[in-house]
């Protein structure tokens, strides 16, 4: 069974930073597509991050520069690096990852190339 368990959400001021963890068990995060999501109140959950088999990541625009998507692999671990932190950066944050892995497999920022999702992690920055 599949579990992705998020952690390191908390509250800031902008301007600030966050390092967001996503445990997997159940599922070896090394070679596979795992992304991180976010949603806020009364919007969809949107893509923020990316980092495919090979070890590329892909950004939103709106984070670029000021999030990084790394992973652990030897201790199972995703990271997201949240630096110069935006009032509208405040969100739920999930981790998600694919069910496939290998050659060919999508892998993007969009939800439909994800199968399994954690539970979330609140980021709240006020200004």
């Known amino acids: 069974q599949v579990q992705l368990v998020e952690s390191g959400g908390g509250s800031v001021q902008a301007g600030g930073s966050l390092r967001l963890s996503c445990a997997a068990s159940g599922y070896i995060i090394g070679g596979a597509c795992m992304g991180w999501f976010r949603q806020s109140p009364g919007k969809e959950r949107v893509g923020v991050a990316r980092i495919a088999s090979d070890g590329s990541t892909t950004y939103v625009d709106s984070v670029k520069g000021r999030f990084v998507i790394t992973r652990d692999s030897a201790k199972n671990i995703l990271f997201l690096q949240m630096t110069s932190l935006k009032p509208e950066d405040t969100a739920e944050y999930y981790c998600?990852?694919?069910?496939?892995?290998?050659?060919?497999?999508?892998?993007?920022?969009?939800?439909?190339?994800?199968?399994?999702w954690g539970q979330g992690t609140q980021v709240t920055v006020s200004s």
């Open positions: 998600a990852a694919a069910q496939f892995r290998g050659r060919g497999v999508r892998c993007s920022t969009e939800r439909n190339d994800f199968t399994y």
